[in-house]
């Protein structure tokens, strides 16, 4: 549920946010939005900084995007926050990472509690560090009753991936006769990748000007809204977020029709 109009007010306190907060329609607000959060080591390199500051500084964006979608009314939030190509990247920088999931995950349960977040990891859990993969079981644990929004982090996430792995389930399926090959329908794979149950995103939203998918929820998008800004994740805030929603509000969604 949306807030009423006044505790919008109090949130959104900046005179270009209430402006915006004037084209806010909370009739018509995305269900599901997914974000692919880039930019943060460029936010870092531009300070002089090493590149898991900018990851550190990209989890308080989290925070703030979480905090903006439940005033918004919006149900579930997916946040990119490893891809399954990202082990390319320097010992350094993936260590520094599984170990900053630990600690913000701890850090923010007591919040997440006390806000109604309901955490849901998705992606592939071959090669995480274990203490990285307890940390977010305990919090799906911890979290599931909660009902305000969902948050599906995907870690170790890959689109085509997914799809090979429900492919796969579903070729079990036929082969111990459960399931006959004109039984594969979209709901079908729909219902073996992991989002299983959650609605499509309405709109995805990418950070940092770059105009590419990066092999997000490939699947899932098939109808999504694209908006592309180009802020750096750490400098998102929740205008940033509010401003999405407002584009998003005045597209034509046709979906093929007319
Ligand atoms: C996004 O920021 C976060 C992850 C991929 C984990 P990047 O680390 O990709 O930041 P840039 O693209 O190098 O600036
Ligand atoms: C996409 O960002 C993955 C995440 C945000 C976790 P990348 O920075 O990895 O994507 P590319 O390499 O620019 O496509
Ligand atoms: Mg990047």
Known sequence: MARTPTSLEAFFTSRADRELLGRFDAQSVPRHVAI??????????????????????????????????????????????????????????????MNLFVEVLEAELDNLMREGVRVRVIGSDAGVPEPTMSAFHRT????????????????????????????????????????????????????????????????????????????????????AELWVTAVLWPDFKRGDLLRAVVDYQRRSRRFGGR
Request: glycine residues 8%.
């Open 140 to 223: 799906e644990q911890c979290t599931a009753p909660n009902t305000r929004l969902t948050l599906l982090v995907a870690l170790n996430y890959g689109g085509r991936a997914e799809i090979a792995e429900a492919a796969r389930a579903l070729a079990e399926a036929v082969a111990d006769g459960r399931l006959s090959p004109g039984e594969i329908s979209e709901a079908a794979i729909s219902e073996h990748l992991s989002t299983a149950g959650v609605p499509d995103p309405d709109l995805v939203i990418r950070t940092s000007g770059e105009m590419r998918i990066s092999n997000f929820l490939l699947w899932q998008i098939a109808y």
């Open 36 to 97: 692919i959060m880039d930019g943060n080591g460029r936010w870092a390199s531009k300070r002089g900084l090493p590149r898991v500051l900018g990851h550190k500084a990209g989890a308080k964006a989290i925070k703030e995007s979480i905090a903006t979608a439940i005033e918004l009314g919006i149900e579930f939030l997916t946040v990119y926050s490893f891809s399954s190509e990202n082990w390319r990247r320097s010992v350094e920088e993936v260590s520094g990472l």
